[in-house]
């Protein structure tokens, strides 16, 4: 008999909160899932680059993000202060339209957001 797969998570959030987002990682792999999750902020992560070319790799690492949803079983916002910006709303709408489960790290009241 071979055991199931693990559940794959994938974390959305925003970059601001780097420290929910690894105790989400340390929580949920301990706790023998699979994490999927942004691993580069260009704003802090590549101080080197320029404006430009800041902004041409988020955008192809927002779209490897959507990609991440799109594999993951489910979807874990990591909400801290029930903050949710723009691009995390626009993954919690990618991952509704795939048909993701969508948790939250914190209490959160759905505005359809």
Known sequence: MSPSMPTIICLCGSTKFSDAY?????YE???GHIVLTIHVDPNTDLPDYSR???????KSLDRLHLYQIALADEVLVINQGDYIGKS???EIKHAAKLGKP???LFPHEDTNQ
Do not use: F, G, V
């Open 29 to 31: 792999t301990i706790n």
């Open 22 to 26: 690894n105790r989400a990682a340390i």
């Open 88 to 90: 995390t709303q626009r």
């Open 102 to 104: 969508i948790h939250y």
């Open 52 to 58: 430009k070319d800041k902004a041409s790799l988020k």
